[in-house]
């Protein structure tokens, strides 16, 4: 009966450390402010991580929290980064683009490398944390020590807010995604160069006057939901972080279906 009360005890214990948030890692440091498209060319500050494969592209998925698929392939090639809370802003940072480099250990090459956001990252061991894919951490090393650095573990790093350039011609892509049906629609948000990020949404149907603003879903994904059905062809507005618009007229055809990309003739 002792052993049996003492092992109570300590699972008493392990359960109240959990409901008062116990954490185990390294000490809480607070987010540091939004980091803004301003792009004023300061460096920063930041710790990195890295996660996934060691020469992967992150979650096992090639996905992430942004809501993009094949983040593997160009235009991100696998050099994607978790942002903390101000880096990933609940989803409005996703697509944005950052310089890294690191100076030590002795295998980081301190020559600047571009990452772009496709996850979050919450972890709160940095005012600013980039939990970077295998394949972006190790770009930061000199050519033949990447395998040395992913070694190192939690590293310090700099980095600075970057317009994102795409090649001339990737366009602005809009993916319908699964589960849409006329009364639902849902719009993931992709390959956004200059600032990168994407803050409104706005769609005008058939025959209608005026644009409609759709809700921020999570992520990159955008949302209407409406009891009247959405009539195709859709035009699109959408609206930079640094307050820049794009519209196209019918993007999204009549007839539209979910699970489906429609690429835009948009770009900033």
């Known amino acids: 009966m002792a052993a049996a009360s003492t092992h109570l005890v300590a699972v008493a214990m392990v359960l109240a450390a959990l409901v008062g948030g116990a954490w185990c890692g390294p000490p809480k440091v607070p987010p540091g402010k939004n980091i803004s ?3 004023d ?4 500050e930041a710790k990195a991580t890295w996660y996934g494969k060691p020469t992967g ?9 942004c809501g993009y698929k094949e983040v593997n392939k160009a235009p991100f090639n696998g050099m994607g980064a978790c942002g903390n809370s101000p880096i990933f802003k609940d989803g409005l940072g996703c697509g944005s683009c950052y310089e890294i480099k690191c100076d030590k250990p002795a295998e980081c090459s301190g020559e600047p490398v571009i990452v772009y956001i496709t996850d979050m990252n919450y972890e709160p061991i940095a005012a600013y944390h980039f939990d970077l894919a295998g394949t972006a951490f190790g770009a930061m090393a000199k050519k033949g020590e ?26 602005i892509a809009f993916h319908v995604e699964k589960g849409c049906n006329p009364n639902y629609l849902a ?6 160069a200059g600032d990168g990020d994407i803050v409104g949404v706005d769609i005008k149907e058939k025959g209608a006057k005026e644009y409609q603003s759709l809700k921020h879903s999570w992520g990159a994904i955008w949302r209407m939901d409406t009891p009247k059905p959405i009539k195709g062809p859709i035009s699109i507005r959408i609206t930079s972080e640094g307050g ?3 519209e196209q007229e019918d993007v999204i055809p009549e007839g539209w279906k979910p699970d489906t990309l429609y690429p835009s003739k948009l770009q900033f």
């Open 244 to 246: 820049k618009t794009l």
């Open 187 to 192: 719009l993931l948000v992709k390959y956004a």
């Open 57 to 65: 592209a992150g979650p096992d998925d090639n996905g992430g929290a």
């Open 41 to 44: 060319g300061k460096w920063l």
């Open 146 to 171: 990447e395998e040395k650095l992913r070694k190192a573990g939690i590293i310090d790093m700099q980095f600075r807010r970057v317009k994102c350039k795409y090649p001339a011609d990737t366009k």
């Open 37 to 39: 498209a301003d792009c």
